[in-house]
């Protein structure tokens, strides 16, 4: 060390309390330290890679040179807790309460209905709380940027937008959400009516009271303003004096903190960082930890020794000069955007080239959490492959400073500074100092490109940075620079293809002869890693014909060329709309004389809102760690398909904390779960099906060790051959479970026979992850006499979890007890899976005999507990010539993966819905569960609906382009009509169906719309509007008639506080809610005086799982009789006292003896479906929905923006039109991820890559339509559920698919300019790939395509 005195201590701040540490082990990163060291569980583990926001918190620091405090909101999941000396960190739990006073935002994204599961819910109330602690007037571009690191998988974010939206300045205004003005006749600002200046609305006047019945210009609202708690800065916590003090003195020594397994120094000179680096040339300089955090975590890589230059100034310093900027290698990505948006805001526009097209990248790079501590050098040093900083550093000529002990040196960012994955010219003990951006010259240009998987948060596909000089004057080219990220396996240059048109004009000659030099050039092998080959290598062609473009302009702007861009190419160069529109959502209103108190039928904030905005909600892992407690942590399968032949746990066992191996041979009682009468292993013993299959499990005494041990058991394997992956495989090896389902109406080749056209097609669905924001977690904790178990968990099927735990370990149902308070966020994934892995779970504390808790890692919970199935539709149909289709004959295959679970259900269910609206006279539907050796999949929102019906909707569409008219006249034309018989002979009367349709064609003025859509794709040649209008009709409950009943026990206390239980679980559904709005009106009661604790085995016995939109049907009804009995038994004291209050009726039937507890029952319908008659009464009714989408279309990149969803649903009488709208929204949402997003990628050998975020991509805010309008239909009824409700769970999933058709429609547009007609190949997800590679634009089409066959793609195809 350099003379500085050495000290492991560290200072900082949590809340304003002030915390000492001496021993931090490096590997303690701030998420677990604050949940499981100091008890603040408010911030949450999502992914702990930084990729989902759950884990924000704020960071501030004193900067001595501007003399303030800086304040950040960052990943606590990747801060390291050795960096905090200094620090001041404020948690969710810091800035409010429900105990003392609540923060404006916890406060508002509660009352907006923003918060469902809640388990986002602080990441979102942190992110924004810091936004404001630095901007308290944001406008709603600072919202969307705040929030773009925060993912939710429940809410839409619409609600999260228009709560937050009330921070704006003069939130009064709709125009305030950052729309252009609602009177600038933009053409998807439909209903000019909307703008509250043009209505005489007085937008900010309403209520905030739990129950919302505000009326609004006539309309009813979901939130009101009026009341919200203001922003009061006083409330804020102030920065440490302490810290301010500690930081001016400048005292500091150089830290070292020696964990288990690492050592961390944390120098403060230069000079300490040099001698460091050549003493241990391969320790990693570590500021960010957003790059070396991962690999520790993910990859486990090990780095004994790591070196920290937080606190050496020189790696800070931004220092301008005429001739550019040096800024600081250790700067975060925030710190460099704003140093660069001074620098544009101050220099000369032609000066700052670089520095713009820096900005842009800058933009786009990450979220606000990962930028604010992510470093440039980190960025730099990384080498990744598709950084968005070195192709623009490199294009525009920028210089890397470096020292060592050898001196120091300058090297140009150059085609020599990226030597290989992760590797640049920097030698090992060479430290980055800083980065010299020059400004530019005369006749200098430079851009960046960019296309990613989403449009925001997400590491770019392809990227680049173009830089051209002209000579003097002219359109001839001096210089040029193009370099490439994500094409091969560092950031490379074109420089072949730059020598092609440096010295010739500026011009389509150069150009066109440039394309095959730069195909030539720029190689992406057919197996490269990554895939999406084509896309990748028509993106470089694309960026360069958009520089071209962008070049062309500049060039007829200066005067130098007389030939202007052509007219319809203009908006290439343009970015998709971003403008958010006010979004409108209609509901009705109770009907007339329902009392005040009744909260029936109204809007009411989630009852935990508050407690989840606060982050006092409690979650499974959030419980505190009991007495001895033990971690489990499981060893999966590395093979697809293999023998087991040994299982070594010794080295394991030797670990430290290691406390036992758990194997199938300590399974007590029954070692596999049996689902579709099918059985399925706990734990595998003799061989393995599928990767990620579960083998063994090790308990450990904390996390970190049992995952240790579960890295050191080795498990000897022997390989089978006869591998099956995908649907095609299965199909050829037959391989399936049982039962095939077959369904036919009318005469199938009669139908064909009739028909004038024949068409045959395929489309392929992919999977699709439940992401449920709260991974799969459980404690299970002996309670040591007779056997009794308590088990906490998050399930939505605890009866299920108990009777298999009680099995498993040879014991009586009666002993286990399954407690679940609220699981964050599950959508069918909650039931089977967690079933099986609290199986597990219960045998380590039935052997270990002590509390057993597992918490899967996000990457483990994507990896063991497999998706929505991927499914292949097949199918030939036969229509007339006036789009009326006469027969169809479809064929879907599932892949089921390794193991039944309830796959035979879900293909069965598909054939129950493949009519969605419309009677096809003659149809056949034949389904099969592909049993493939991919992890097994599961139930997921829709239950097999949302694949089914997107083939049976490609169906419509494929005969409308045939046709060559809109898909939503041949939609109608075949739709049923007047009192109809489905499939399988069920009546039903589809009107109600037929006004959502003819609402939505209305609301959302789709014939004037689709004349401005013509218009626009006439005058735009590489931007493409689409629209769609797509229907569906959802069978509610379950055809198995004994999943319909329902219980509940209803206690009411002496006081008159009422305790209701249900079998329902609250997963961010709102079921408690809604019970507790139930028992208010049948008790007549206020909701205050209703509570509920928690689902409970022991308090309702029995239950049915809490899915197919069905949980407040059938609880509803239960609670509903359980208080109508308690209602009534207080009858005679009512009439002697009909005045109350209802707490002297509690106490006088209490002292007459009246029981103050009573059980409801509901038996539920008595559903059916007779496979062999091919007809039943498999659902309680029907929900309709109508949806109608409109998206933007940049058939260059694939990227497209909603710009207008409108919506019309069914559902007769909302008990609460706030959940009802959420879930609405959010299935939605969920259903565009589906249809144009979410891609699990396999490799050959079965291998799930897509394990995080990261990977694997969810909508995020930037996915919300930009005016999204929900209208839920007036007058209707529902004699068939509670209340005349409807069940709106799952059915709007699907609606999300209109976004899917819309692209697809926007696709025809530009296929069209291509000379193509006709139906074409358009498979689900409709991903920026898909839609860029079925534009079939000129450059696209120069791509070459590799036979397939004749090379190993990088991943399969899992339909
Ligand atoms: C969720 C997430 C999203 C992301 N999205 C994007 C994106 O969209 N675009 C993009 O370009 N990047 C993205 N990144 C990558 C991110 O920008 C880099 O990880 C980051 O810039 C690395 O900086 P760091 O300070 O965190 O590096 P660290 O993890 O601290 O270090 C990374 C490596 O750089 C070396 N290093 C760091 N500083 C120096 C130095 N001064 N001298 C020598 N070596 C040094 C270290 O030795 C180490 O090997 C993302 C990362 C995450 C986690
Ligand atoms: S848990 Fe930290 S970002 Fe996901
Ligand atoms: S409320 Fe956002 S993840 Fe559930």
């Excluded at 400048?250 to 403060?268: D, K, N």
Aim: aromatic content about 8%; charged content about 20%.
């Amino acid at each position: 060390m350099s003379g500085n005195q050495e000290s492991g201590c560290l200072t900082f701040y949590v809340n304003g309390k002030k915390v000492t540490e001496r021993d931090v082990d490096p590997e303690t990163m701030l998420l677990p330290y604050l949940r499981k060291r100091m008890r603040l569980t408010g911030a949450k583990y999502g992914c702990g890679g930084g990729g989902c926001g759950a884990c924000t918190v704020m960071l501030s620091r004193y900067q001595v040179h501007s003399r303030s405090v800086v304040h950040c909101a960052v990943n606590a999941c990747l801060l390291p807790v050795c960096q905090l000396h200094g620090a001041a960190v404020t948690t969710v739990e810091g800035i409010g309460s429900t105990k003392t006073k609540l923060h404006p935002v916890q406060e508002r994204i509660a009352k907006a209905h923003g918060s469902q599961c809640g388990f986002c819910t602080p990441g979102m109330v942190m992110s924004m709380y810091t936004l404001l602690r630095n901007k308290p007037q944001p406008t709603m571009e600072d919202i969307t940027e705040a929030l773009a690191g925060n993912l939710c998988r429940c809410t839409g974010y619409r609600p999260i937008l228009d709560g937050y939206k009330t921070f704006c300045e003069s939130s009064n205004c709709c125009q305030n959400s950052g729309a252009k003005s609602c009177s600038s006749g933009n053409s998807i600002s439909e209903n000019n009516s909307n703008c509250c200046q043009q209505n005489g609305k007085e937008p900010g006047r309403a209520n905030g009271n739990e129950v919302t019945d505000d009326v609004e210009n006539g309309h009813l609202k979901l939130f009101n303003t009026d009341n919200l708690l203001p922003l009061d800065p006083t409330q804020d916590l102030i920065f440490p004096p302490e810290l301010i003090r500690m930081t001016e003195s400048g005292l500091q020594a150089t830290q070292t903190f020696r964990g288990e397994r690492i050592t961390w120094v944390s120098p403060i000179s230069l000079d300490e960082v040099v001698d460091l680096k050549s003493r241990h040339p391969e320790a990693p300089i570590v500021i960010g930890n957003t790059n070396i955090g991962l690999d520790i975590k993910f990859k486990g890589i090990l780095h004994p020794f790591i070196i920290s230059p937080t606190r050496v100034p020189d790696l800070f310093v931004v220092k301008n000069t005429p001739q550019g900027v040096s800024v600081g290698a250790g700067c975060s990505m925030s710190v460099v955007r704003a140093a660069l948006e001074d620098l544009v805001r101050t220099l000369p526009l032609d000066q700052t080239e670089v520095h713009r097209a820096l900005l842009q990248q800058l933009g786009n790079l990450a979220g606000q959490q990962i930028r604010n501590v992510a470093t440039l050098g980190g960025n730099i040093v990384s080498a990744y492959p598709n950084s968005d900083l070195n192709p623009v550093l490199a294009a525009g000529n920028c210089r890397l400073t470096v020292v060592s002990k050898g001196g120091r040196r300058e090297i140009p960012m150059n085609k020599d500074f990226f030597v290989g994955f992760g590797k640049t010219l920097l030698n090992p003990d060479e430290i980055a100092v800083s980065v010299f951006i020059p400004v530019s010259r005369k006749g200098e240009f430079v851009r960046a490109f960019r296309q990613a998987p989403r449009k925001e948060n997400a590491l770019a596909t392809v990227n680049a940075g173009m830089r051209v000089r002209f000579h003097d004057g002219s359109s001839v080219v001096d210089e040029l620079s193009i370099f490439y990220g994500g094409v091969g396996p560092c950031t490379v240059g074109a420089s072949k293809t730059c020598q092609q048109i440096i010295g010739r004009p500026w011009g389509e000659k150069a150009l066109t002869a440039a394309y095959p030099v730069l195909l030539e050039e720029i190689l992406l092998p057919p197996s490269a890693p990554g895939g999406k080959v084509a896309f990748r290598r028509a993106l470089t062609l694309n960026f360069l014909f958009k520089f071209f473009l962008q070049m062309q302009q500049k060039l007829a702007e200066m005067g130098i060329i007389t030939d202007d861009l052509q007219q319809d190419m203009r908006s290439s160069l343009e970015a998709l709309p971003n403008d958010f529109l006010p979004s409108y959502q209609e509901f009705q209103d109770v009907l007339e004389g329902q009392p005040g108190q009744d909260p029936v039928g109204r809007p009411m904030m989630h009852r935990s809102a508050l407690s989840q905005a606060t982050g006092e909600a409690v979650y499974c892992d959030d419980m505190p760690k009991t007495e001895g407690e033990l971690f489990l942590s499981l060893v999966t399968s590395t093979k697809a398909h293999a023998k087991i032949l040994n299982i070594d746990v010794s080295a394991a066992l030797a670990l430290p904390g290691v406390v036992d191996v758990i194997t199938a041979r300590d399974i007590p009682g029954k070692k596999f779960r049996m689902f579709c009468g099918m059985n399925e292993e706990l734990l595998a013993e003799k061989e393995v099906t599928c990767v990620g299959q579960m083998v063994c499990a090790v308990v450990a005494d904390t996390k970190p060790h049992a995952k240790r041990g579960a890295a050191a058991v080795k498990i000897t394997y022997e390989d089978q051959p006869e591998l099956v992956f995908t649907v095609e495989e299965a199909i050829e090896k037959k391989s399936f479970f049982e039962p095939l389902r077959e369904i036919e109406r009318g005469n199938v080749s009669e139908g064909f026979k009739m028909a004038d056209h024949i068409h045959e097609g395929e489309i392929r669905i992919g999977g699709q992850e439940h992401f449920y924001m709260e991974t799969q977690s459980m404690l299970v904790i002996p309670v040591g006499e007779e056997g009794e178990m308590n088990v906490y968990l998050s399930t939505q099927h605890p009866a299920m979890a108990q009777d298999s735990i009680a099995e498993t370990l040879d014991i009586p149902s009666n002993r286990v007890t399954c407690h679940i308070k609220r699981i964050g966020g599950a959508f069918g994934g909650k039931v089977t899976k967690t079933t099986i892995l609290a199986c597990i779970t219960a045998v380590a504390a039935w052997k270990t005999e002590r509390s057993v808790r597992l918490v899967l890692e996000r990457g483990e919970d994507m990896l063991i507990t497999g998706a929505r199935h991927p499914v292949l539709g097949q199918y030939k149909i036969g229509y007339m010539k006036d789009g009326r289709i006469t027969a169809a004959d479809v064929k879907y295959y599932a892949n089921a993966g390794n193991t039944a679970d309830e796959s035979p259900l879900i293909v069965a269910k598909i054939l129950l819905h493949f009519d969605n609206a419309y009677n096809i006279p003659n149809m056949r539907g034949r389904s099969a569960a592909c049993k493939t050796n991919l992890p097994s999949n599961t139930a997921f929102r829709g239950f097999g609906v949302p694949q089914c019906m997107l083939v049976t909707e490609s169906i419509i569409n494929d005969v409308a382009l045939k046709l060559g008219r809109p898909a939503e006249e041949i939609r109608e034309l075949n739709m049923y009509r007047g009192p109809s018989l489905t499939h399988y002979k069920m009546p039903f009367d589809p009107e109600n169906m037929l006004r959502c349709w003819e609402e939505c064609k209305r609301r959302s003025s789709i014939q004037r719309r689709r004349g401005d859509i013509a218009q626009f794709n006439q005058h735009n040649r590489f931007k493409k509007r689409g629209l769609a209008l797509v229907p569906i009709k959802y069978g509610i409950g379950f055809d198995i008639a004994f999943l319909n009943q329902a219980a509940a026990l209803v206690h009411i206390f002496q006081d008159g506080s009422v305790l209701v239980n249900h079998g329902g679980a609250e997963m961010g559904q709102g079921i408690h809610t809604k019970m507790q709005q139930v028992a208010s009106r049948e008790l007549r009661i206020p909701t205050s005086l209703i509570h509920i604790s928690e689902t409970n085995t022991h308090m309702v016995p029995n239950t049915c799982p809490s899915a197919a939109s069905f949980g407040t049907d059938a609880n509803g009804m239960a609670v509903k009789d359980a208080c109508e009995t308690l209602y009534k038994r207080l009858e005679p004291i009512r009439k002697r006292n009909p005045e109350g209050p209802w707490q002297s009726w509690i106490k006088a039937a209490f002292l007459e003896k009246i029981s103050l507890s009573a059980t409801g029952y509901y038996r539920g319908h008595d559903l059916y479906m007779d496979w062999e008659k091919q007809e039943g009464q498999p659902y309680a009714y029907f929900t309709y929905g109508v949806c109608c989408c409109e998206v933007e279309l940049d058939c260059l990149t694939g990227d497209y923006r909603t710009i207008r969803t409108d919506m019309v649903f069914d559902i007769g009488r909302s008990i609460n039109p706030s959940i009802d709208i959420g879930q609405i929204e959010g299935a939605f949402t969920q259903g565009v991820g589906l249809y144009t997003m979410e891609e699990l990628k396999f490799s050959p050998s079965g291998v799930l890559y897509t394990r995080g975020p990261g990977q694997y991509k969810i909508p995020a805010v930037c996915d919300v339509p930009l005016q999204f309008n929900i209208y839920l239909l007036r007058g209707t009824q529902n004699p068939h559920a509670i209340y005349s409700s409807k069940g709106i769970g799952e059915p709007a999933l699907f609606l999300g698919s209109s976004v899917f058709f819309a692209l697809k429609d926007a696709v025809a547009a530009a296929r069209s300019d291509a000379g193509l007609s006709g139906p074409f190949e358009f498979h689900s997800p409709a991903t920026p790939e898909r839609a860029c590679l079925a534009c079939a634009s000129h450059l696209t089409q120069m791509v070459p395509i590799s036979k397939p066959g004749s090379f190993q793609p990088w991943a399969i195809e899992t339909p």
